[in-house]
């Protein structure tokens, strides 16, 4: 199955992010001959991981969690949170990461009726330019 023969609305995406809450910039600009000054943080901030997964219409589901996502948080994320949300027909689309790629994921997807396709490595195909 290719993604262009499902409906738009029956796709959704699911990806993770993440920031530091330090948010420290490690370089600055100033004039020729001037030094940059500012102040930054004596401590690094916490990692914050963001998961959402978006539809045409909303966001079904969405958590953000302390330090890095693995593969138990995201199976959690997607049986607990997303699996709730999902319809038939419904077409999860994710990137094909090694904490995507648990056999539980597949099933709870598959059983709601919906389907599940991963996107094939990264390819300068996929770009406009």
């Not at 978006?54 to 969405?62: E, M, P, R, T």
Request: overall charge positive.
């Amino acid at each position: 199955m290719k993604i262009r023969d499902i409906r738009v609305e029956d796709l959704i995406f699911i990806d993770e992010s993440g920031v530091n809450l330090a948010l420290l910039r490690l370089y600055a600009r100033a004039l020729k001959g001037k030094r940059a000054r500012g102040k930054k943080p004596q401590k690094r901030g916490k990692n914050i991981s963001i998961i959402s997964a978006l539809s045409l219409q909303k966001v079904l589901a969405s958590s953000n969690i302390y330090g890095s996502v693995d593969g138990v948080t995201m199976t959690a994320f997607i049986v607990k949170q997303l699996v709730p949300q999902l319809w038939k027909n419904a077409c999860v689309v994710m990137d094909n990461a090694r904490i995507h790629l648990g056999e539980m994921v597949k099933e709870a997807i598959e059983q709601t009726g919906a389907k599940l396709i991963y996107l094939p490595p990264y390819s300068l195909f996929f770009f406009p330019y």
